[in-house]
């Protein structure tokens, strides 16, 4: 069974630092593009950043590039998401995923607050 759990998430000060990490089982993250996206309240869902982890190749939406990194460690089939530099409008549900559309399988998600 593929499942997808991610953590790190909570309350940060406008200008923080939060790390997210998704651990994935049931699969090698190898086969897939791994995604984060975010929902925030009352808005539709957002891709942020891509890893194809065999590579080490990344990809970042406009609205987090220079402010968040994407990486992954194979041998822990894990994922992470640094964020720096976090402003109000990053306040959202992250998901970690397997593809980019809504329809792709994702975890639970862990919830992002920046407010002062």
């Known amino acids: 069974e593929v499942q997808l759990v991610e953590s790190g998430g909570g309350l940060v000060q406008p200008g923080g630092s939060l790390r997210l990490s998704c651990a994935g089982s049931?699969?090698?993250?190898?086969?897939?593009?791994m995604n984060w996206v975010r929902q925030a309240p009352g808005k539709g869902l957002e891709w942020i950043a891509s890893?194809?982890?065999?590579?080490?190749?990344?990809e970042y939406a406009e609205s987090v590039k220079g402010r968040f990194t994407i990486s992954s460690d194979n041998d822990k089939n894990t994922i992470y998401l640094q964020l720096n530099n976090l402003k109000t409008d990053d306040t959202a549900m992250y998901y970690c995923?397997?593809?980019?559309?809504?329809?792709?399988?994702r975890g639970q998600g862990t919830q992002v607050t920046v407010s002062s």
């Open positions: 049931g699969f090698w993250m190898g086969t897939y593009e």
């Open positions: 890893i194809i982890t065999t590579k080490g190749r990344t």
């Open positions: 995923a397997l593809g980019r559309s809504e329809e792709a399988t």
